[in-house]
């Protein structure tokens, strides 16, 4: 179709209304994208899977498709050997894989009370995801943190005991009667991450330690106590333990997910679907409007019973157009501003609406 065409009849308009009903950006991009169809079953398809998704909007209050980050682009890094997700990236997995489960669980729920053939036989192309879903949540809670695991928790404990270390030791200069001439301030400062005195500069000499800065006045000086010293190098080298740490884990639990990818490329397109589907019935809910009927017949005329331009809103007034039997050709007549234009756009963006599957 003539790009030219369907935007003088406002079809991409339309269209980006509708994928603004979309949950995840990866189904709003596959909207945003979709043309008109010239396959009927095609279109037929995508249009019972709204249909159906009406039938559960009516009796659900949940959401029916929760939202997922985009996962596409994490597939190629869980086939790298030896390479990691980041814990944000496993996060947007372990949100692909929950709406996986929710909206398959749904589905299966009220397959048979509503009849949601198309949708059903979509959920059970999904492969098997509670493995893949274990495997996610032994390293991360639901809200997507890193879990309490025990060689995490063991390099914690050491950490917060070693901060507290830092603090007492600045906690007995600052506490110290004797040291208030000498410091600028009783409450110990950071300077590159390690935990400082102010000290007035001509008394620098009373505390020994390791200078991190001067003031630009050259009056006071920020000095690490030599015993916060220790505890603060010993510190650096457990962070970078942590580091380490969670990275093994990450490495692992990513190579632990390429058995997962057949699981991935065949969910992500069917979710797309769904999502894309739903934002259509959700637009076409919100719009009062209806799917049109195929005809039975090829050489059915077509027929626009109490029809209205989308966009036109409440002010819109309904047109009826009916094609007699056996004519390829209508004649549009009347005076200026009496609807000419408005009608044949009209029944030019329904033919297109109706043939990317969308309800008019």
Avoid at 172 to 177: R, V
Avoid at 221 to 233: H, K, L, Q, T
Wanted: charged share 25%.
């Amino acid at each position: 179709m003539n790009k030219k065409t369907l935007t003088e009849i406002d079809f991409y308009r339309i269209r980006e209304e509708v994928a603004s009903y979309c949950v995840s950006e990866e189904g709003k991009t596959e909207l945003l994208n979709r043309e008109p169809l010239s396959q009927l079953e095609k279109i037929e398809e995508l249009k019972n899977c709204s249909k159906e998704w009406e039938k559960l909007s009516i009796i659900s209050r949940n959401s029916l498709v929760s939202s997922w980050e985009p996962i596409k682009f994490l597939i190629p890094i869980i086939k790298t050997r030896g390479a990691a997700l980041s814990l944000e990236q496993v996060r947007a997995i372990g949100q692909f894989v929950i709406s996986v489960k929710n909206v398959c669980q749904t589905i299966a729920y009220h397959s048979d009370e509503l009849e949601l053939k198309v949708l059903n036989d979509y959920a059970e192309k999904i492969p098997e995801y509670e493995d893949t879903e274990k495997k996610i949540f032994r390293v991360i809670t639901p809200s997507g943190e890193l879990r309490d695991l025990p060689e995490i928790v063991a390099i914690r404990s050491k950490i917060a005991t070693l901060n507290q270390k830092i603090k007492n030791i600045m906690r007995t200069f600052t506490s110290d009667s004797k040291l208030a001439n000498v410091l600028e301030s009783t409450v110990p400062v950071l300077r590159g991450n390690r935990q400082v005195l102010a000290v007035k500069s001509n008394q620098q000499n009373k505390i020994p330690g390791i200078i991190y800065e001067v003031s630009q006045s050259g009056q006071t000086v920020y000095i690490e106590p030599d015993e916060a010293v220790r505890c603060s190098n010993e510190l650096i080298q457990l962070e970078h333990d942590l580091e380490v740490e969670i990275k093994r884990i990450l490495v692992e639990l990513t190579e632990s997910l390429q058995p997962s990818i057949p699981f991935f490329n065949a969910a992500l397109p069917i979710m797309k679907l769904f999502d894309t589907t739903l934002a259509s019935c959700k637009w076409g809910m919100a719009n009062n409007c209806t799917y049109a009927i195929p005809c039975s017949n090829k050489d059915e005329p077509p027929i626009l019973l109490q029809a209205r331009h989308p966009l036109l809103g409440e002010k819109c007034v309904p047109i009826d157009i009916r094609f007699m039997d056996g004519k390829r050709v209508l004649i549009i007549t009347g005076p200026n501003t009496g609807g000419k234009t408005v009608t044949l756009k009209t029944f030019a963006l329904f033919s297109m609406l109706n043939q990317t599957g969308l309800p008019v």
